[in-house]
């Protein structure tokens, strides 16, 4: 039995016995035990860029059919360059964290125009692209070219924690800097793209966040967390971020069979994606509006409710005309989307509306467009959801 207050030090000696033995253990259990990963077949800088990217706040198993769909679409920097934001943004739809999209589009002209196509090979030029960050430099570095780059991402960060026993909070500078060191301190210089594998794979299947497999741990003899059997304690929990209530609503406006939709702004969530007139409402009004079901693709008709509080109403002619300069009339909410964005737990009351008067000619971010249409545009997650109702709506 372990004791919590075994007398190390916090942190284990990494010298050159304590880093052969790592990289050994680490290297030989990763030939046995690696995860093979469709996207990890390749030493394509491209590739393994466009997978990193997608791989950001995302989970392998959701990013598997987007990297396949956008590879196939998009097989290397210069299609990708050449291609517009929207069709890029089309692909992406769903993935969320947009911008890691617009930055993937720009890199990829920046690739192309100012280095003829091809990729830095050092970290540190690879950094100096739009939207690769410090990780991902390591992780194109390493894996394409086999430089000694250190990475440190969710898995690597919880698992460094461990060896190091650190009970700091590792995302702050402290943390950091602490972190980073240690990882450019155990990289090798040879197999730098496979160690980097074995310590993201270790940290995923072996050092998971709860209960780690400590007893089929290749490196547990190098770990201070292990020694004390503080293994659970760290790293230091996360402080969850407060959740807060939105509620807004959607006006889907009518005219001649076409439905108004809107590009969202620069500077806007979303911007670039198509979605509908969408407003949040004064909490006075959000409280008024009652409980309908969530919304439901694959319904044939749109139910409408039988209250419509005017005050929302009175609220959306006057948004709708301030944003569009169109009048129309409002009428009943027929259905509910919910969905959470970072810390928002979003409500969206979807109204239908008939348009009366006013043009969309002078404003490009604005278009009428049939239902049957929608599956060409970019949509915004709950503006997807939207789409797909007002199209079952039609069948
Ligand atoms: Fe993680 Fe346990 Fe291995 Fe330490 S011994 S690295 S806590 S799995």
Not at 67 to 96: C, K, M, Q, T
Not at 99 to 120: K, T
Not at 160 to 176: F, H, V, W
Request: charged share 25%.
């Amino acid at each position: 039995m372990r004791e919590k207050n075994l007398s190390i030090t916090d942190a284990p000696e990494v010298d050159a016995a304590w880093l052969r033995a790592f990289r050994r253990r680490v290297l030989a259990w990763y030939d046995k035990h690696g995860r093979n990963l469709a996207f990890r077949n390749t030493r394509d800088p491209y590739h393994i860029w466009v997978s990193e990217t997608m791989l950001q706040q995302t989970t392998v198993a959701a990013v598997l059919p987007y990297y396949e769909r956008f590879i196939a679409r998009f097989p290397n920097v210069e299609s990708l360059a050449a291609a517009s934001e929207h069709d890029v943004l089309r692909l992406w739809e769903g993935l969320g964290y947009y911008s890691r999209a617009r930055n993937l589009h720009a890199a990829a002209r920046s690739i192309v125009s100012d280095h003829a196509g091809c990729f830095p090979q050092t970290a540190a030029g690879l950094a100096s692209l739009k939207g690769i960050g410090r990780y991902t430099a390591g992780a194109i570095a390493s894996f394409a070219f086999d430089v000694p780059a250190p990475i440190v991402e969710a898995n690597t960060l919880r698992l460094y924690c461990r060896l190091l026993a650190y009970r700091g909070e590792p995302r702050s500078t402290a943390g950091q800097q602490r972190l980073w060191s240690f990882a450019e301190r155990i990289v090798p210089r040879k197999h730098a793209g496979r160690f980097n594998h074995a310590l993201m794979d270790l940290g995923a299947t072996i050092c998971t966040p709860r209960d780690p497999k400590c007893d089929a741990c290749p490196v547990r003899a190098n770990c201070a967390a292990f020694a004390r059997n503080i293994q659970n304690e760290v790293p230091a929990a996360k402080a969850r971020p407060a959740i807060t209530e939105v509620t807004e609503a959607y006006v889907a406006l009518r005219r001649n069979g076409k439905i108004l939709v809107r590009q969202r702004e620069a500077g806007e969530r979303w911007a670039g994606l198509w979605d509908f007139p969408r407003y949040e409402l004064p909490a006075e009004m959000a409280v008024t509006c009652p409980p309908l079901g969530a919304g439901d693709p694959r319904q044939k008709r749109l139910a409408l409710h039988d209250e419509t509080p005017s005050g929302p109403v009175d609220f959306l002619q006057s948004q709708l005309r301030q944003q569009t300069g169109i009048e129309a009339e409002i009428a009943k909410p027929f259905a509910e989307i919910r969905h959470g964005v970072t810390r928002f737990r979003i409500r969206v009351i979807c109204y239908a509306a008939r348009y009366e008067k006013g043009s969309t000619k002078q404003n490009a971010a604005l278009r009428w467009v049939s239902p049957g249409d929608f599956a060409s545009l970019a949509f915004s997650r709950p503006g997807r959801r939207l789409a797909e109702l007002l199209l079952a709506a039609e069948a």
